[in-house]
């Protein structure tokens, strides 16, 4: 489920972005933008796309380690420590 999240979020940003670039197209054909202009706009959406998707995916590591030790499951930390003391 999380995974399909994740999917549809990225598809969604996929379509924003190509519907951007179409509109910036516009009026780069009309004069009222420089090429020069869109590119280093495009660049900068690029820019904090990654940067949020980064944040994004720490934010939810942490709240999923937050769940783990709430709900008290064994980590594959744990795991490995459990197997060494049994040794």
Do not use: W
């Not at 995974?3 to 940003?13: E, Q, V």
């Not at 944040?55 to 459990?82: Q, V």
């Amino acid at each position: 489920m999380l995974k399909d999240l994740i999917f549809t979020g990225l598809g969604g940003a996929l379509v924003f972005k190509e519907k951007i670039e179409e509109e910036l197209k516009k009026l780069e054909e009309k004069g009222k933008i420089d090429t020069k202009d869109m590119k280093s706009f495009l660049e900068s959406l690029e820019q904090k796309g990654k940067d949020s998707d980064a944040k994004f995916k720490e934010e939810l590591k942490s709240t999923m380690k937050e769940i783990i030790d709430d709900l008290g499951l064994a980590t594959k930390t744990d795991l490995e420590k459990l197997k060494e003391d049994l040794k």
